[in-house]
């Protein structure tokens, strides 16, 4: 479109993420490594590195944190017009242990109280948001308070009204929401807001009661999705598309997983591109596995992220 200034646009909280150096338990770390952290930014990340205009709002602190992350998104090229750095707040953080057998890592988090979480619909820059073409939105952000939770609604409802397309990435975060059924709720009405919608197999499978992927896709099929993909781990993807239909992708060899944290970040990434640069369905959902699998082989949120040189040269 011509009338747009980014391609995509995101909402959610950053947090500094402190790796432990070391396997075990947290508290035997002696060191950690710093990094970046928040499932919209890691997507934002991707979606910049792969050559895509993105702008991101959000909320951080002027602490050492809140600087660092800033910068960090500044260095990926990523508009940070509409981050607002408060003084009276504090940006949010967390710990991460290290694995080495391909298990979850376990994370501490500390965003109680954060600044993002203090986000609320008067944060939401109506003209600044259309000028966006596509919104890629998680089940992250509105679940830190209630009041970003608004401001998750009210984005989505500008975008629609606007005529713009929406992708929604189911991310769970159980913890941050008063109970399972509250969670259920929210998340399926913000995915009925949404074009596409990208849940995985296990939080399909809670959020919808459908056993399967076909039937996890009905369900946001019947509620107005366009499409819907299936992440299936290691077994790909399977989709479910108005035009396209339905299909399987299979995943991508892995020789040695090291942290899956991330990976469904980097899936997102690579769909959404594709989707936007005008590629198949079932191109977008390859090249989203081929990122996912990437993810996973290394440490840390947006180290496995390609960029578009990189992309290239995996056939993508």
């Given at each position: 479109?011509?009338?747009?200034?980014?391609?995509?646009?995101?909402?959610?909280?950053?947090?500094?993420?402190?790796?432990?150096d070391k396997p075990?338990?947290?508290?035997?770390?002696?060191?950690?490594?710093?990094?970046?952290?928040g499932a919209e930014t890691n997507v934002a990340?991707?979606?910049?590195?792969?050559?895509?205009?993105v702008g991101w709002a959000s909320r951080l602190g002027t602490d050492s944190m809140g600087r660092s992350l800033i910068a960090s998104m500044k260095s990926e090229?990523?508009?940070?017009?509409?981050?607002?750095?408060?003084a009276s707040q504090r940006t949010g953080f967390q710990f991460k242990g290290r694995v080495t057998d391909g298990s979850d890592p376990p994370v501490e988090y500390h965003r109680k109280g954060s600044?993002?979480?203090?986000?609320?619909?008067?944060?939401v820059d109506e003209d600044w948001l259309r000028s966006a073409r596509h919104l890629h939105a998680t089940g992250v952000f509105p679940a830190i308070s209630e009041t970003s939770l608004q401001a998750a609604i009210k984005s989505m409802d500008v975008m629609r009204a606007a005529g713009r397309t929406i992708s929604f990435d189911t991310n769970l975060r159980p913890t941050l929401w008063a109970s399972t059924e509250v969670m259920r709720h929210w998340i399926n009405y913000l995915a009925a807001r949404a074009d596409w919608v990208?849940?995985?197999?296990?939080?399909?499978?809670?959020?919808?009661g459908e056993s399967t992927p076909e039937g996890i896709a009905r369900f946001y099929r019947q509620r107005g999705a366009k499409l819907v993909v299936v992440k299936l781990g290691k077994d790909g993807a399977y989709y479910d598309d108005e035009t396209a239909g339905t299909g399987h992708v299979d995943g991508f060899p892995v020789k040695e997983v090291i942290d899956t944290v991330g990976a469904g970040d980097g899936f997102a990434a690579g769909v959404v591109s594709a989707l936007l640069e005008g590629r198949s369905v079932q191109d977008a959902v390859r090249r989203g596995a081929w990122i996912g699998a990437r993810a996973v082989q290394v440490l840390g949120d947006t180290e496995g992220l390609p960029t578009r040189e990189e992309l290239r040269q995996g056939g993508f």
């Open positions: 479109m011509s009338d747009t200034a980014f391609d995509v646009a995101l909402f959610g909280e950053a947090m500094l993420l402190l790796v432990a075990g338990p947290i508290e035997n770390a002696t060191g950690f490594h710093k990094r970046t952290a990340i991707g979606l910049s590195r792969l050559g895509l205009k090229g990523i508009d940070c017009s509409h981050v607002i750095c408060d600044a993002a979480s203090q986000m609320g619909p008067a944060d990208l849940p995985g197999i296990e939080e399909g499978l809670l959020l919808t």
